[in-house]
């Protein structure tokens, strides 16, 4: 008691006595704070998480860097915020990063006990593209083609476990088709194929997709959303074309490791509220197909404690395999 009398004396007459004691001891960051994307530059995440470093280094005085850190359908970046043992990296999780436990034998990382949860950042929806040259402008026409030539159309991923790839064998188990699946290294590159047409159909993000969508190059057949979205009006949702199952939505979020103290973790949550909460922001976003969406720390832990078991679900009845 004496000594800690003694230090709130000092703290008295350097005016700081009414902070906390623990803030005497360190201020949180002490240098530049790495934010990875666990996927290529361009990806649906990038938008979000760029607003969030600029905003967050002005408010904590340290830089916030982003880095691409793309891999193993986000295993290789998440291993990465995982294991930062300074507290100084922070990560972008999406919904793979919940189907990963039932794909990797041998998980580098504990998903539940080595992340700490921050906030949810936002909802992504996904949109049934095709490229254009193919005749099938419709899910009938479509799914009509599929069944009668068997292999034919080809749909290309992120890779194993991505959700277009999830996507891709839920669509094949309710219409009972067979088309080939090729995963990518990361999203960006699997749409990049389908815009060079060297595949056929993609489950993509609508925020990867909409400038492709807006150009031309790609044509969309529905989305997977409840109702139809402003930034594409004239096309359906998958409800409306016979297939309610298909209202899915990407999420994403942010998360620190366990080095990562809950004080910090807590204060972070605030300043990306506010961060994602600025007049405005959401209309800007959701006209690149993001859709703002914070939470707190606790409630992003929940979400992602339901999604592992609901994804390992789909992972065994699809049969899906690491490839």
Not at 96 to 113: E, I, N, W, Y
Not at 244 to 268: C, H, I, K
């Amino acid at each position: 008691m004496n000594r800690r009398r003694q230090i709130l004396r000092v703290a008295g007459g350097l005016g700081l006595a009414s902070l906390p004691l623990c803030g005497l001891a360190q201020v949180w960051p002490t240098k530049p704070v790495r934010l990875i994307v666990p996927s290529a530059a361009g990806s649906p995440w990038d938008p979000v998480a760029r607003h969030l470093a600029d905003r967050l280094s002005k408010v904590f005085g340290q830089a916030f860097v982003v880095e691409n850190r793309s891999g193993g359908t986000g295993l290789v970046g998440m291993d990465q915020v995982a294991k930062s043992a300074d507290g100084h990296t922070v990560g972008v999780m999406f919904m793979p990063h919940a189907v990963l436990p039932s794909l990797v034998p041998k998980m580098p990382f504990d998903t539940l006990k080595d992340l700490l949860p921050i906030s949810q950042t936002q909802w992504t929806y996904n949109v049934l593209v095709i490229r254009n040259s193919v005749q099938m402008k419709d899910m009938d026409g479509l799914i009509a083609f599929a069944k009668g030539n068997p292999g034919k159309l080809i749909y290309s991923s992120g890779g194993s476990g991505s959700p277009a790839h999830l996507m891709g064998e839920y669509f094949k188990q309710l219409t009972n088709t067979f088309i080939l699946h090729v995963p990518y290294r990361g999203p960006v590159a699997a749409l990049q194929d389908l815009v060079g047409e060297q595949v056929d159909m993609m489950f993509a993000s609508l925020a990867s997709a909409l400038p492709h969508i807006k150009s031309g190059r790609l044509h969309p057949i529905a989305v997977t959303a409840s109702e139809r979205l402003d930034v594409l009006p004239n096309v359906p949702t998958f409800a409306q074309v016979g297939y309610p199952q298909f209202d899915v939505r990407d999420w994403a979020g942010l998360v620190g490791p366990a080095s990562l103290t809950a004080a910090n973790a807590e204060r972070l949550n605030i300043e990306v509220v506010k961060a994602l909460s600025e007049v405005g922001l959401d209309q800007k976003f959701a006209q690149m197909g993001v859709y703002l969406q914070t939470s707190t720390a606790s409630a992003f832990g929940e979400l992602v404690r339901r999604e592992i078991p609901k994804w390992s679900e789909v992972v065994r009845r699809a049969n899906i395999k690491m490839e």
